[in-house]
């Protein structure tokens, strides 16, 4: 069997992972000049955080987002298992009472476990949540460490190339195009993601650091050498180009309120654009004839794009099988 994979952000890349573990011989297309190069994958957090993500999501992220931290680190070796800290100012500690109540796999921890975890931290808040098993790792990092172990198993690159799905040839084609791919699903939306990459020398913090707020949702994610990722918003719109004024405050004024020396950090990266999400914000695999549609990641991209490729490439190597993901209408045409 032949397949392409148009799109090479991480749903497009764990898809040709997946179908090259099923003896399956893959080609991949990207408009743009390189991986990552024109999709929400570049600017993600990278948190692999199932349990934390739990909070305001489907149970379906904690049980596809817990085996994605061993598929990272059996396909990248970029994985970092210190776990996740969730904090929130002492006059907002109901905040952190009412996350706690929306999730699992935590402890409650005072400020001397806090400090012990984040020395830099130290004071700055009372109590905190431990999500001791969740991980993180560089999204870019990442997405190169797949290209580059695609590349060596032969996968070929076509780069620059705006194709579209229906017009390659292949045995079966996976669209993996996110946004782009909006003519073929009508209810597919946009949820417009904001993001920082700053550098502090005056800070260092171990793992995923979340600030739980009324207004400001926030974390910031250690990137090494002094950078951290400061993220994300979370904005009903197709608008993918800019950054609002309202936005760049209320991340700059979160990571201040982490640690006031994020004050002085150098800002070395703004970025922007549009997360493809459904009603429900889970993930669809739809078949129609050759093309296999995976799409609608949303914000659990890194933690949801392993098992929602295996499920897709799995689909067209074992004809008896029904995804997850699937729609009712085509779960119950398939099992017919």
């Given at each position: 069997m032949?397949a392409?994979v148009?799109?090479?952000?991480?749903a497009?890349?764990?898809?040709?992972?997946e179908?090259?573990?099923h003896?399956?011989?893959?080609e991949?297309?990207?408009?743009?000049?390189?991986?990552?190069?024109?999709a929400?994958?570049w600017?993600a957090?990278g948190?692999?955080a199932?349990?934390c993500?739990?909070?305001?999501?489907?149970?379906a992220?904690v049980?596809h987002?817990?085996?994605?931290?061993g598929?990272w680190e059996?396909?990248?070796g970029?994985v970092?298992r210190?776990?996740?800290?969730?904090?929130a100012?002492a006059?907002d500690t109901?905040?952190?009472?009412?996350f706690?109540a929306?999730t699992?796999?935590?402890?409650w921890i005072d400020?001397?476990?806090i400090?012990?975890l984040?020395?830099?931290?130290?004071?700055r808040f009372?109590?905190?949540l431990?999500?001791?098993d969740?991980?993180?790792l560089d999204?870019?990092l990442g997405?190169e460490?797949?290209?580059?172990?695609?590349?060596?198993?032969?996968?070929v690159f076509?780069?620059?190339?705006?194709?579209?799905p229906e017009?390659?040839?292949?045995?079966?084609?996976?669209?993996c195009r996110?946004?782009?791919?909006?003519?073929?699903?009508g209810?597919?939306r946009?949820?417009?993601?904001?993001?920082?990459?700053?550098?502090s020398?005056d800070?260092?913090?171990?793992?995923?650091?979340?600030?739980v707020h009324?207004?400001?949702?926030l974390?910031?994610v250690p990137?090494?050498?002094?950078l951290?990722?400061?993220?994300?918003t979370?904005?009903e719109s197709?608008e993918r180009?800019?950054?609002?004024?309202?936005?760049m405050?209320?991340?700059?004024?979160?990571?201040?309120?982490?640690?006031?020396?994020?004050?002085?950090?150098?800002i070395?990266?703004?970025?922007?654009?549009v997360?493809?999400a459904?009603p429900?914000n889970?993930?669809?695999i739809?078949?129609?004839?050759?093309?296999?549609?995976?799409?609608g990641?949303?914000r659990?991209?890194?933690l949801?794009?392993?098992a929602?490729?295996?499920?897709?490439?799995r689909l067209?190597t074992?004809?008896?099988?029904?995804?997850?993901f699937?729609?009712e209408?085509?779960?119950q045409?398939?099992?017919?």
């Amino acid at each position: 069997m032949k397949a392409a994979v148009v799109g090479s952000g991480v749903a497009g890349l764990a898809c040709a992972v997946e179908l090259v573990e099923h003896g399956v011989a893959v080609e991949v297309f990207e408009r743009a000049g390189g991986i990552g190069g024109d999709a929400c994958s570049w600017y993600a957090g990278g948190m692999l955080a199932p349990w934390c993500e739990r909070e305001n999501a489907e149970e379906a992220v904690v049980v596809h987002g817990v085996e994605a931290i061993g598929w990272w680190e059996k396909h990248t070796g970029g994985v970092t298992r210190q776990g996740s800290l969730v904090v929130a100012p002492a006059r907002d500690t109901g905040e952190l009472k009412r996350f706690s109540a929306r999730t699992t796999g935590f402890e409650w921890i005072d400020e001397g476990r806090i400090s012990l975890l984040e020395p830099d931290l130290h004071g700055r808040f009372r109590k905190a949540l431990y999500f001791a098993d969740e991980a993180h790792l560089d999204p870019r990092l990442g997405l190169e460490a797949l290209r580059q172990t695609l590349s060596d198993r032969g996968v070929v690159f076509h780069f620059d190339q705006d194709v579209q799905p229906e017009t390659v040839e292949a045995d079966v084609v996976f669209d993996c195009r996110g946004l782009a791919a909006r003519e073929a699903h009508g209810d597919l939306r946009g949820v417009k993601g904001e993001m920082l990459l700053i550098r502090s020398k005056d800070v260092a913090l171990q793992r995923p650091v979340r600030l739980v707020h009324p207004r400001i949702p926030l974390y910031i994610v250690p990137r090494g050498d002094g950078l951290f990722m400061v993220g994300a918003t979370m904005i009903e719109s197709d608008e993918r180009g800019r950054i609002t004024a309202r936005s760049m405050v209320e991340l700059l004024n979160g990571a201040y309120a982490i640690h006031p020396a994020f004050g002085e950090a150098e800002i070395i990266e703004i970025g922007t654009d549009v997360r493809p999400a459904f009603p429900d914000n889970l993930p669809r695999i739809r078949r129609r004839g050759r093309v296999v549609h995976m799409n609608g990641l949303y914000r659990h991209g890194f933690l949801l794009a392993p098992a929602a490729a295996r499920m897709a490439a799995r689909l067209v190597t074992d004809p008896s099988f029904v995804p997850e993901f699937m729609d009712e209408d085509q779960r119950q045409r398939t099992t017919a």
